[in-house]
């Protein structure tokens, strides 16, 4: 995919870590980040409900921002992609686009956001990917022009035959689309995290000694899958969780105790990056039948500009979330004021 110079950030990342160790490990960084605002509502729910959450929910927070103000915040943002893109010109349609988005986990989100977003004022549709047309040098959805459109699909450079309408109108700018390609490769190529151990690197960008040494502590030791490599990898193996560079979720992700020869083989002829496994830590939750079970936990912080804007905690059992957990996915993590 051609590289194109993007006016739009690219949509708001969401930063994941687990808990287990002395200290928070930022083990991925996600560009189209699923939850968002079903954890607001979520978090709603939680201080709404709760007979031991006391506090009011005007200072309940799940992050840096106050729930009762999040959700401007987000439309703002998605108007401030539009604004950094074409100016002063109105937005006046969106796209919520995914690959047959009714069939999806999140399918209940997306009905959010269209319900977020035309209480902004603008025109929503949740469309397949394949329904998009190019005409008029413009994006289409039958007969309605499509100015922006919020990209949900996971084939994150559009390489995808089905996608070739989205990666024309990339291509040539006849939409604004958020999250983009040149956002998941300046955020959520997993090589980044290798990169952001390399001292030498590092030192050469400008960070002091403090930030580096900060770095080393919350991001878990990640390395480019090297073929020249093979044998010592394989031997560390079980320390070592491999990831495809542009994956996302659980998706031919191995933990290395797992690992057999054929799996290895595949990692190897494929681009991968190998992570030291960072402990997690877990939650005794209690299902609606009454069973107990513990769940390992990670945080996700969905921010902006440095500032989080929502924290959500993602509960699950085995080496990743998957959703199908009975009493996992996702769960409020709300914070009181100092």
């Known amino acids: 995919l051609p590289r194109r110079p993007q006016a739009n950030a690219g ?19 996600n560009t189209n980040p699923g939850g968002l ?9 939680a201080t709404a409900s709760c007979d031991c959450l006391t506090e009011p929910v005007s200072v309940l927070a799940a992050a840096g921002v106050e729930i009762s103000q999040l959700g ?17 010109v109105p937005l006046q349609s969106i796209a919520i686009v995914d690959d047959e988005p009714q069939s999806q986990y999140l399918y209940p989100e997306f009905l959010l956001y269209r319900r977020l977003f035309e209480r902004a004022g603008w025109r929503v549709v949740i469309a ?28 994150f450079y559009l390489a995808d ?8 109108a990339y291509e040539s700018g006849l939409a604004v689309i958020t999250p983009h390609p ?10 980044l995290l290798a990169w952001l151990g390399d001292d030498e690197l590092l030192q050469r960008a ?6 580096r040494a900060h770095l080393r502590q919350t991001i878990p030791a990640t390395e480019v899958v090297d073929s020249a490599a093979a044998d010592d990898l394989w031997a560390r193996r079980k320390s070592l969780f491999f990831k495809p560079v542009d994956g996302f979720g659980s998706k031919a992700a191995y933990r290395g105790d797992k690992l057999t020869r054929t799996t290895f083989e595949h990692i190897l002829a494929h681009r991968y990056v190998a992570q030291t496994l960072a402990p ?11 069973a107990e079970a513990d769940l390992r936990v990670d945080v996700r912080n969905y921010a902006m500009h440095g500032a989080t804007w929502l924290r959500a905690a993602r509960l699950y059992r085995g080496q990743t979330t998957n959703f199908r957990t009975v009493g996992g996915g996702f769960a409020p993590v709300l914070t009181l004021p100092a």
């Open 11 to 29: 949509g708001i990342p969401g930063f994941d870590f687990p808990l287990g160790g002395p200290t928070p490990q930022l083990i991925e960084i």
């Open 37 to 45: 605002l079903v954890s607001l509502e979520l978090a709603r729910a």
């Open 72 to 88: 401007q915040r987000i439309s703002d943002s998605f108007l401030a992609e539009w604004t950094s893109a074409r100016g002063e």
């Open 128 to 155: 397949d990917a394949t329904s998009l047309e190019l005409r008029d040098d413009a994006v289409f959805l039958a007969d309605q022009r499509i100015d922006l459109i919020y990209n949900r699909v996971t084939d």
């Open 161 to 168: 035959e089905r996608h070739a309408v989205l990666r024309r």
């Open 182 to 191: 040149a956002a998941h490769a300046r955020w959520a190529d997993k090589r």
């Open 206 to 211: 400008g960070l002091d000694g403090d930030d």
């Open 280 to 290: 997690t830590s877990f939650r005794r939750i209690q299902s609606a039948d009454g």
